[in-house]
């Protein structure tokens, strides 16, 4: 009984599957589309026009803290771009794209890079609210959305909510389909029974989250960058044996997304629908999870950290997730119907590098997918601190987050553990996107004033709360 409630034709598979389609072919495509191009006009085209900037402050170190806050242990700009590049670059970038490209086809990765470069201008925009609506927590900063919508739109119960739904969708289902991943890959590299490689998870999970926001700030800030570098060599070294077929994938790409045939035959709509879907699952511009990481570091004005969050959706959707499609592609086994998912790109870079290829993405998974459960938890813990503050209740979601839920995902099935991501991730998403177009304006008059200061010369912009003085009564930590 238990087995067919979490199979693939078990009712609540079946259901969340027709209410995802819904969702997403008449509410998200066309509102992210929107506000990505909204906000890209908006801020003129900040994405594009302050990448070099982007760059800069990656390393920077010549930021300084808010007055005031010289005695407090600061997380930086680096630590908090790690935190959430932990969470985004995961299963989304090896599981999620191949099965994208599984039930949509190569035009998929197209929706997946359009959704990047008009999302990175979001992630922008939420990001920046993040820093700017901030609050002072016992060892760094703590924000997100919930704390702007309280702070900015005035709305307690919309603030909830979304709390409630990021804790959902990150704290217990995202962290079920990394631990789904993770378990499919190593029981085809290694032969690792699901339930022995969940148990393992869940205790080093544990372990992690017990230690607070400075330890998965470390441990994130060590192993993203390595795993990220690893990956990207390999997928390199792929390319440059296949170097003459590129211009073949690209086309491929191109035709497969606006092709007549796939018009006809009605799979450009599949295309868009998975290509964006499982580009949001990867990137997470607009979703709202990515401005509590953000909200973490210590930076002297608030369009630093939203430039730095919008490098982020470039490095895992541009970079990572094309790494992972140029890889699927050049092998040709997207067209065999038994492979999706973490299978599909085992199978690929077999078929490129041999039977290392299996190994290596096994082992590549596990730290992208344990690094997200560890981000997915912080999002989920910084949520729960906003509806409570009992000591029981964060030691009861970090139980159920790092224990329970990993657990789940190692039991249940590939199809049901990603239809849950997608029904949370909708509903999370549509409640961020209102939160953010409402409060863009703001954004956009940090924004300006960051340039105006760069243009004046000033190496380093500051902020102050007085700059915004209709809402100075709502902003803590700029004095």
Sequence with gaps: MMGDFFSKDGWLNVWLAQVNDYLWTYLLIGALIGCGLWFTWRTRFVQFRMLGEMLRLLFDRKGVPSAGEHRRRHISSFQAFAVSLASRVGTGNLAGVATAIAVGGPGSVFWMWLIALVGAATAFVESTLAQLFKRRHTDSFIGGPAYYILRGLKSRWMAATFAVLITLTFGFANNSIQTNTICGAMQEAFGIEPLHAGIVLSVFSLLI???????????????????????????????????????????????????????????????????????????????????????????????????????????????????????????????????????????????????????????????????????????????????SQRRSVMTVYRVLSAGVFVMLGALSSLELTWSLVDFCMALLTACNLIAIVCLGKYVFRLADDYRAQKRQGVGEPVFHRSQLPEIADDIECWD
């Design 209 to 387: 989250v017990f230690g607070g926001i400075q330890r998965i700030a470390r441990f994130s800030s060590v192993v993203v960058p390595v795993m990220a570098v690893g990956y990207l060599v390999l997928a390199v070294v792929v390319i440059v044996m296949n170097v003459s077929l590129i211009p073949d994938v690209l086309r491929l790409i191109v035709d497969n997304a606006f092709g007549v045939n796939q018009a006809i035959g009605g799979t450009v709509g599949a295309a868009m629908m998975n290509g964006i879907k499982r580009g949001l699952f990867s990137n997470e511009a607009g979703e709202g999870s990515a401005p509590n990481a953000a909200a973490t570091a210590t930076v002297s004005h608030p369009v630093k950290q939203g430039l730095i969050q919008s490098l982020g959706v470039f490095t895992d959707t541009l970079v990572v997730c094309s790494c992972t499609a140029f890889i699927i592609l050049l092998s040709g086994l997207y067209t065999d119907d038994s492979l999706n998912g973490i299978n599909l790109t085992q199978a690929a870079l077999q078929s490129e590098v041999g039977s290392v290829g299996p190994v290596f993405v096994a082992i590549a998974i596990f730290l992208f997918a344990y690094s997200s459960i560890i981000g997915n938890y912080y999002y989920g813990e910084t949520n729960v601190r906003f509806l």
